[in-house]
C-alpha cells in the first residue's frame, strides 16, 4: 500500500550557531506511528498551493507565539519565539489547504494560525485573562495537562468518540480571544479557553489548542487524531 506523505511545519530558523530549521521529534513519531511519511516544511517558500498540491495532509505545528500584529494580542512581555517568516507562511498553507481541501491537523499554534487567517485575534497572555486554576503550560520549557469537554455533535467528538477527554497535554499561555470568520468552537476547558475549533467549509480540518503528538500510544485520543489524519 502506498504511504502518504504529510508534511509538518518547522520552527522558525534559529540564528544561535549554525543557522538551523528545528523541529521536536515527537511530531515526526506521530506520523511515522500513523503509517505516514513526514515532510518537513521550512518557512520561506512563496507558493503554499503548489507546495501542497504535492502531499496528502498537513500538519501545523506547535511552537513560538505568533507576532502581535498578526495575532492582534497587546505585545505581552512574555511573547516569545515570534517570527514574522513563519506566521505568513503558515497562513499562506493554512489557506491553500482549505482552498484545496486537503487533510489538516493544526496543534496549538496551528490552531492559532487558522483562527487569525481567518480575522481572529489571540488572547497575548492567558493567566492574565483567566487565572492559573486550570494549568496550560507548566512553563515555557514543560508541558502540563488538563481535561476538555467537547461539544457532543461536533466531528472531533466523532473521531476521538467521547464527549471529553480526562486529560489532555498542554503547552501554551496564548489562546482564542475573537473567533474568526466561519470558525466554531467545540472543546472548552473548564475556564472556558476554546480547546478546538471547526470550520463549516473545511471537513477536512481539526485544529486542537493541545499537543497530540504527545499521546501517541495504541488508540490513545492523540494516536486517533493522526490516525484520522491519514485515513482522511
Known amino acids: 500500500?502506498?504511504?502518504?506523505?504529510?508534511g509538518v511545519t518547522?520552527?522558525?530558523r534559529e540564528r544561535e550557531g549554525r543557522e538551523r530549521f528545528a523541529l521536536p521529534a515527537a511530531y515526526v513519531d506521530a506520523v511515522r506511528a500513523a503509517g505516514g511519511v513526514p515532510v518537513l516544511l521550512a518557512p520561506g517558500e512563496s507558493d503554499a498551493a503548489e507546495l501542497l498540491a504535492r502531499l496528502d495532509g498537513l500538519v501545523l505545528s506547535g511552537g513560538g507565539d505568533l507576532h502581535p500584529k498578526h495575532s492582534g494580542a497587546d505585545g505581552h512581555g512574555s511573547v516569545y519565539g515570534t517570527c514574522e517568516e513563519r506566521d505568513e507562511f503558515e497562513v499562506a498553507l493554512v489557506r491553500a489547504a482549505i482552498a484545496a481541501g486537503l487533510p489538516t491537523l493544526a496543534i496549538c499554534r496551528g490552531l492559532q494560525v487558522l483562527n487569525v487567517a481567518r480575522g481572529g485575534t489571540l488572547h497575548g497572555h492567558l493567566p492574565d485573562v483567566?487565572?492559573?486554576?486550570t494549568p496550560h503550560r507548566a512553563s515555557q520549557l514543560e508541558p502540563t495537562s488538563h481535561p476538555v469537554r467537547l461539544a457532543p455533535a461536533s466531528a472531533l467528538a466523532r473521531v476521538l468518540d467521547r464527549a471529553a477527554l480526562a486529560s489532555v497535554p498542554?503547552?501554551?499561555?496564548?489562546?482564542i480571544d475573537r473567533l474568526g470568520a466561519g470558525l466554531m468552537p467545540v472543546a472548552w476547558a473548564a475556564d472556558g479557553v476554546i480547546e478546538a475549533i471547526e470550520a463549516g467549509d473545511a471537513p477536512g480540518l481539526v485544529a486542537v489548542q493541545w499537543h497530540p503528538e504527545l499521546d501517541i500510544a495504541s488508540g490513545a485520543p492523540g494516536r486517533r487524531l493522526f490516525d484520522h489524519l491519514l485515513r482522511s
Open 130 to 133: 483567566v487565572g492559573e486554576h
Open 170 to 175: 498542554s503547552w501554551h499561555h496564548q489562546a
Open 10 to 12: 518547522t520552527y522558525r
Open 1 to 6: 500500500m502506498t504511504r502518504r506523505w504529510i
